[in-house]
């Protein structure tokens, strides 16, 4: 009798361990996937425009404060930043955010995990025939 309650405990704990980590892996993949779309619409714009343009940067603080990520937490890398590179250079842009796995006051590991979401387009400006103003990333 006792054998069976202090199995069924342990099995339940160990379920709701499971559930736990699959929430904070589902989570941490979900981030993942939305930092490399972030990143691939951030290197689409340097594409099109030839450079990190303000529109751009505005669209990433708007992704930053849609998804509640810390913003000194939020690293930006591109490779064309303040001026617009020629037509069929390869454009780069990087997002890294680093990670927390944390469940309220019960769970809170110290130690984020870096989540990088990168993107890479080709640059198809043409001198003259965008008016945008260029700037580097706010990140």
């Known amino acids: 009798m006792l054998k ?17 980590a699959g929430a904070l892996f589902i989570g941490m993949m979900g981030q993942w996937y ?10 689409v714009s340097q594409g099109k425009y030839g450079g990190y343009t303000e529109q751009a940067d505005n669209a990433l603080k708007e992704f930053v404060q849609d998804m509640n990520l810390e913003p000194t937490k939020v690293d930006v890398y591109v490779s064309a930043p303040n001026s617009p590179v020629p037509w069929g250079t390869t454009v780069k842009a990087e997002v890294t955010n680093h990670f927390r796995f944390k469940v309220g006051t019960f769970l809170d590991i110290t130690t984020p995990i870096k989540l990088t979401g990168r993107g890479r387009a080709v640059s198809s400006y043409m001198p003259g025939t965008y008016t945008v103003t260029y700037t580097s990333p706010s990140y």
């Not at 939305?34 to 290197?43: D, K, P, T, V």
Request: proline residues 0%; glycine residues 8%.
């Open 34 to 43: 939305a930092l490399q779309n972030q990143a691939q619409f951030i290197a």
């Open 4 to 20: 069976d309650m202090v199995s069924t405990f342990g099995m339940l704990f160990i379920l709701i361990g499971f559930l736990v």
